[in-house]
């Protein structure tokens, strides 16, 4: 919204530097670490008056959780609060992109609400059936990826008719497979799956934030670098117009994300909850889906296909042979049951993330 002032630089010159992608990106980041920072404690105080006995913990689960027991969950009303109030303040509001992925992001946020709404009220691990949950989140994606596909090429400065329905793929400058109509399908999937994956890794305190951070941070300069024509063409990457004001998006999101560590930090003040963790995915595939970069996403976001591939083969193993893979699912409860310290499991996969971020981002020069 600010950018508007941009229009008055003519009779005040400074007003220009609202222009520039760059300088809103570090005020949504700025704005949103802020807003989270001031009224988090007042979110957390009030979740944990309402929600009484907080996030149900797993019986089954390390000896260590039963400590966690009491900490309230939906911390991702905190940081998807910063991230909207964020957006809306320093993004382009007349770009469509910002808001097809708020459209996703709030509408994933809704879902997950309404799961830890059943899992806090029944004190269960059962929440909103998974057949009726996918079904709505891949209604959303699939709606947001018909948009970007088919409505947001011909609206004029942005996206291009030429990769409308295409697949990119990283390494291979000039290679596009154009999926056709099935490019919704395959976008959806890659949202919907984003979304669940950062929800499988969402166990243990800073666990899920930080890597989500990481791969905003890289989405973000993707998004930069794939809406310049300039660099985009330096690098040999598709040139996908509009896509840059994304880059704020994802400076709100790291914002936001940061403001909630500090809560979430060992021992945790607050959980994300499934209103955080499927939101920030849904984010982070809905901008993969945006920038063409739905390949990358898989590199950049590998610790959360890592957490998902280890819940789907240990419970394929168990249904076809009656044996376990791991000790517990998701993968980062194996590595807990194996003897290593909460505090252990989540720098490592910090680190892991990192390594993944730079290998997905050398996918830019490397073609």
Not at 158 to 163: D, E, V
Request: hydrophobic share 55%; glycine share 12%; charged share 10%.
């Amino acid at each position: 919204m600010l950018n508007w002032l941009s229009d008055f630089s003519a009779a005040f010159s400074p007003l220009n530097i609202f222009r520039y992608i760059t300088f809103r990106t570090g005020g949504a980041t700025a704005t949103a670490l802020f807003f989270v920072f001031f009224f988090g404690p007042r979110i957390i105080a009030s979740l944990r008056i309402k929600q009484g006995k907080g996030q149900p913990i797993r019986a089954d689960g390390p000896q260590s959780h039963l400590a966690k027991k009491g900490t309230p969950t939906m911390g991702g009303l905190m940081i998807l609060s910063g991230l909207i109030v964020s957006t809306l303040l320093w993004a382009n509001l007349r770009n469509p992109y910002v808001w097809v992925v708020m459209f996703v992001t709030i509408g994933f946020g809704l879902i997950g609400f309404y799961d830890d709404y059943l899992k806090v009220t029944k004190q269960t691990h059962k929440g909103f059936s998974g057949k009726a949950r996918l079904g709505l989140e891949a209604l959303i994606a699939g709606s947001a990826c018909a948009f970007i596909a088919y409505v947001v090429p011909y609206m004029g400065g942005f996206g291009s008719p030429r990769l409308a329905s295409a697949v990119a793929l990283p390494f291979f400058k000039d290679v596009l497979l154009d999926v056709g109509l099935f490019f919704t399908v395959f976008g959806a999937f890659v949202i919907v799956a984003a979304g669940n994956a950062v929800n499988l890794t969402d166990g243990l305190d800073g666990l899920a934030i930080v890597p989500v951070m990481i791969a905003a941070a890289t989405f973000g300069f993707i998004a930069y670098l794939s809406g310049n024509f300039v660099f985009s063409n330096y690098l040999q990457i598709h040139f996908v117009p509009g896509t840059g004001e994304l880059a704020v998006v994802c400076g709100a999101l790291i914002g936001a994300g940061l403001g909630f560590l500090w809560f979430n930090a060992p021992p945790a003040q607050i959980f994300m909850g499934d209103t955080g963790s499927l939101a920030l995915g849904g984010l982070l595939g809905t901008i993969a889906v945006a920038t063409k970069h739905e390949i990358v996403l898989i590199i950049v976001g590998g610790l959360f296909v890592l957490e998902a591939l280890s819940v789907i083969i240990q419970v394929a193993s168990f249904k076809l042979t009656g044996k376990r893979v791991f000790r517990m699912a998701p993968i980062h409860h194996h590595f807990e049951q194996l003897g290593w310290s909460e505090p252990q499991v989540v720098v490592r996969f910090w680190i892991i993330s990192v390594v993944l971020a730079l290998i997905g981002l050398s996918t830019l020069k490397l073609r």
